[in-house]
């Protein structure tokens, strides 16, 4: 119990540490208050929230989500008083990703897998201790099964497309990342803290990820792998979602031989790399 307070201190601490170190001046403070916004639920960020989770004098965050609000950059709800990401932003992150050239090597590849497994799949790349969404391909079938969208922003390392990345990290800067944001992990609904660290083990081992009921509904299954370049870093994750019940031992091999092929054509595409078999 008091190693698991320490985790949680220390993470808090790393929280509190990149406001300590935000330069001064608006712009600095705005992009401090936006991703922290964006690092929260979708519902939106309490101003009690962004006071604790930034460090900032509450005068200063008035001050900052204004001049935020006026540029369209965030908005907030009139009824809970959230504040949320504007459409303004959306609208220059949507334009952002059409220009990333992952997305635009794999969205071909990756919408044809969808189709061919009949479940959504997913393209996340990470952002230091963050993931975002920058791709989702979805089947045409009546069921499906997953969550999340293109610019959802999470805590890395707690998805499948994430825990594929890791798969390949050096195995120090896994658990690092996962000391700093245990906090964070333990926000999401039904966390796991045990079974996803045997997850994350294994995808070490393994070199991509596989799980069930982690995180999503207890009859859910998730399968990641990695994409990557050259010297074998991992630029992004392929992820997808099932009905655990669905997919049997040989269901599941062919789900990840696919998941494999796919990303092996990305990275041939992105980075001129040979395709073996």
């Known amino acids: ?33 936006v991703t922290t916004i964006a690092r929260g639920s979708r519902r939106g960020s309490a101003l009690t929230e962004l006071v604790a989770r930034t460090g900032l004098p509450r005068a200063t965050i008035h001050r900052v989500l204004d001049m935020l609000m006026d540029m369209g950059w965030v908005e907030r709800d009139p009824v809970t008083q959230r504040f949320n990401l504007g459409r303004d932003l959306a609208a220059l992150g949507y334009s952002a990703i059409s220009r990333q050239p992952v997305e635009r090597a794999a969205a071909t590849e990756l919408s044809a897998l969808a189709e061919a497994l009949g479940q959504v799949v997913f393209l996340n790349l990470r952002s230091g201790l963050d993931s975002v969404c920058i791709g989702r391909y979805d089947p045409r079938s009546d069921i499906q099964i997953g969550r999340g969208d293109v610019g959802l922003r999470t805590a890395f390392g707690v998805t499948q ?32 803290e045990l ?76 980075f001129d790399l040979p395709l073996s078999g």
């Not at 406001?19 to 208050?33: T, W």
């Not at 990290?169 to 658990?175: I, K, M, Q, T």
């Not at 991992?234 to 990840?256: M, N």
Request: hydrophobic fraction near 40%.
């Open 1 to 33: 119990m008091a190693e698991a307070d320490n985790r949680t201190k220390q993470g808090r601490g790393a929280q509190h540490a990149d406001a300590g170190e935000v330069p001064a001046g608006s712009l600095h403070r705005a992009r401090l208050l």
């Open 161 to 192: 497309s994430c825990i594929a990345m890791m798969s390949r990290l050096p195995e120090d800067e896994v658990w690092e990342v996962v000391r700093i944001n245990l906090p964070r992990y333990h926000r999401v609904e039904r966390y796991d």
């Open 195 to 270: 079974r996803h660290r045997e997850a994350i083990a294994r995808a070490l081992r393994e070199g991509w990820s596989c799980f069930d009921g982690m995180v999503l509904d207890r009859s859910t299954g998730g399968m990641g792998v990695p994409l990557c370049d050259a010297a074998g870093y991992p630029v992004a994750g392929v992820g997808t979602t099932f009905i655990s019940a669905w997919l049997d031992e040989a269901g599941r091999a062919d789900c990840r031989a696919r998941m494999e092929r796919a990303a092996a054509r990305i990275a041939a595409r992105l």
